[in-house]
């Protein structure tokens, strides 16, 4: 997948891209098949594999399937019908019985997203590795903090890494957490076709539900309710999507501020260059993370829109309007992942440039100080920097903390 206008877009490779999704539409399929045959309820004639579809879909044109999409509104309807004229006539007649499109679109796209979260996840926890070990070398680095654009009081560099970490460990919490529930509810929510087909048995009602937890199990998703009108895994998906790249955008603006020319306290470790300016090396990733956080609170607003408007048992075009959006956001939020891991990974920090600024501020930067000095009736300290070293030693052990637990949950 190509994108000219979203530099760095390869990064997110294959995620959300039309044949991940068709490829993700077979495995439902599949798994629903297999569920129906576990279970009884198909005979053991219409299994179908997620080989048999590849191989079903094999000439699939994407192009002429994105077409034919537009009749019925999704790329469920055309896809069944061009699978069932590879497959034997057991198999084409049971393939897709019992669910509805929406099933296969939302089970598509969670497993997509899915796909996008871990690699997320992933990413958030290097950083956190890196982070860790830049606040902890630069805990004491001097360094001027700045309030509203203006220099404040002296702080340390470790201190502002210190938040940097902070932020992204409150992204890690958000995507470490999410859930990745399953959607099979039929036409309508209430499985009524899946009861039906299953009516021969003593308990037809307990059967469909058992082929849900089935299906979802062989997708390793999490088995849950039709959520066909509650669209919470989607806003949550969102929520973390957008918490991640404000995290990293956070980071990134410090550095597009502390690398400016008059400032030089930190530099990218390899700047872009310009067309025109061969002096120029500029400070091209967090650009391209910061663009990312500014475009992601909309797209997360069109998901929650979306939620905001559910209606009925299927709603008319907000459905629809979730899945180009989710596909979107994910694959710009992977893509901004890991440009800021390798942001941080190859950040070069000038304590030198630090320090100078620090004592070319003078000492304006200790009105505070002094000034609560003289309240309290006594000769200002030599402690400039108030509880940083402690502050940023906290926010150590909150990830030491995350590392020992992951450890302690690691399989032996």
Do not use: C
Not at 33 to 46: C, F, K, Q, T, W
Not at 268 to 297: D, F, W, Y
């Amino acid at each position: 997948m190509s994108d000219l206008l979203w530099p760095g877009d390869h990064r997110a490779g294959d995620l959300f891209t039309d044949a991940a999704i068709r490829d993700a539409m077979l495995r439902v399929e599949s798994a629903w098949s297999r569920a129906l045959v576990e279970h009884g309820v198909a005979p053991a004639d219409a299994l179908v594999s997620v080989d048999q579809l590849g191989s079903a879909a094999a000439d699939l044109d994407l192009d002429q399937l994105s077409a034919e999409a537009e009749a019925g509104g999704n790329p469920v309807i055309p896809l069944i019908s061009a699978l069932r004229k590879g497959l034997s006539p057991i198999a084409a007649s049971w393939l897709h019985r019992g669910m509805t499109s929406q099933d296969v679109v939302d089970a598509a796209l969670v497993l997509e997203s899915r796909r996008a979260f871990a690699r997320i996840t992933a990413e958030l926890l290097t950083q956190i590795d890196v982070l860790s070990d830049l606040a902890d070398t630069h805990r004491e680095t001097p360094q001027i903090a700045r309030t509203l654009t203006q220099q404040a009081v002296p702080s340390t560099f470790g201190m502002k890494v210190a938040h940097w970490l902070d932020g992204v460990l409150d992204a890690y919490d958000e995507t470490s957490g999410l859930q990745f529930p399953a959607q099979f509810g039929g036409a309508a929510g209430t499985l009524s076709a899946l009861v039906e087909l299953a009516a021969a048995q003593a308990n037809s009602q307990g059967t469909a539900l058992a082929v849900t937890r089935s299906a979802a199990h062989f997708l390793d998703l999490d088995a849950a309710s039709p959520w066909h009108v509650v669209r919470t895994p989607f806003t949550r998906f969102a929520a973390a999507a957008t918490t991640a790249t404000s995290s990293w955008s956070h980071i990134a603006n410090d550095v597009l501020t502390l690398s400016r020319s008059e400032i030089g306290e930190v530099t990218e470790g390899a700047g872009g260059g310009s067309s025109t300016m061969p002096h120029k090396a500029n400070p091209v990733l967090s650009v391209l993370i910061r663009r990312a956080a500014l475009t992601a609170p909309a797209l997360a607003s069109t998901l929650q829109l979306a939620s905001a408007d559910a209606v009925d048992e299927r709603t008319p075009g907000s459905w629809h309007a979730e899945w180009a959006t989710l596909r979107i956001l994910l694959r710009r939020s992977v893509v901004a992942a890991s440009q800021t891991t390798d942001l941080v990974r190859n950040l070069n920090v000038h304590a030198d440039a630090m320090a100078f600024n620090l004592s070319a501020a003078g000492t304006a930067v200790l009105s505070e100080q002094r000034s609560m000095a003289e309240l309290a009736g006594h000769e200002p300290s030599g402690e400039t920097v108030g509880v940083a070293p402690l502050l940023v030693d906290a926010t150590l052990r909150r990830a030491q903390e995350l590392t020992r637990t992951r450890l302690a949950e690691r399989p032996r």
